[in-house]
């Protein structure tokens, strides 16, 4: 009986260092994102559970070290949303040349680090004040 080979190692492709980065970039900004549903959820459930739950959380959750948590997760929320663009472009077949990786990995950057600095300032100026 022949053997199987086995998944192909990274030494089989031929990644340049920008299409590496920006890959596990968007990893590790889903991930990012992934924990940041706990906090997520966690607002939801007390808004659920009536008034005294919500202010409980809303102490809880506007606290310094959270909000600075807050600015990563948009950070990670900018560059994942782009670079999952890129990806479904990817998927279409588009794009895949050397050339025009290199571009998209520039736009992605470009267009997220914009989207990033309009959310903080949103969020420090129009959005977080209270009604």
């Known amino acids: 009986m022949t053997e199987r080979p086995l998944s192909p190692h990274l030494s089989v492709y031929r990644m340049s260092r920008y299409t590496l980065l920006t890959s596990i970039l ?21 808004i659920a ?3 005294a739950a919500y202010r409980a959380a809303r102490a809880v959750l506007s606290r310094g070290e959270l909000k600075a948590v807050y600015v ?7 560059y994942h949303f782009f670079a999952g663009i890129r990806h479904l ?15 998209s990995a520039a736009l992605v950057a470009i267009a997220s680090i914009l989207l990033f600095i309009g959310l903080v300032w949103w969020a420090l100026h129009a959005g977080g004040r209270a009604p």
Request: glycine share 10%; charged share 10%; no cysteine.
């Open 72 to 78: 990563i997760l948009l950070a990670a929320f900018s």
């Open 89 to 103: 472009i990817w998927d279409t077949g588009h794009g895949l040349e050397r050339t025009q990786s290199q571009r």
């Open 26 to 46: 968007n990893r590790a900004t889903g991930l990012a994102l992934s924990a940041g549903l706990i906090l997520l959820v966690y607002w939801l459930v007390a």
């Open 49 to 51: 559970s009536g008034p």
